[in-house]
């Protein structure tokens, strides 16, 4: 079975798992920081941290567990994200 695609809902379920991990690439981070206005190195310092295996770099979480871009940008970040 093909992995489904996907597809943003903008319904906000999945920015809000507790503990969810979203892990971001060099291009992830090259094009999220650049939406955002953003140099790389200012957008990891202050909107990422290293994932809990310690193999990439990971969006903060805010306390209760939501990404740190939910529900700011109504979600048109994930746009430059994929």
């Given at each position: 079975m093909e992995p489904?695609?996907?597809?943003?809902r903008m319904?906000?379920?999945?920015?809000?798992?507790?503990?969810?991990?979203?892990?971001?690439s060099d291009a992830e981070i090259a094009r999220i920081a650049a939406f955002l206005g953003l140099g790389e190195a200012e957008f990891i310092a202050r909107e990422t941290e290293v994932a809990p295996d310690r193999k990439s770099l990971v969006l903060k979480s805010r306390p209760d567990g939501s990404c740190v871009f939910f529900p700011q940008?109504?979600?048109k970040w994930h746009e430059v994200r994929l």
């Open positions: 489904r695609e996907f597809k943003c319904c906000g379920a999945c920015c809000r798992i507790k503990d969810g991990i979203v892990r971001v940008n109504g979600g």
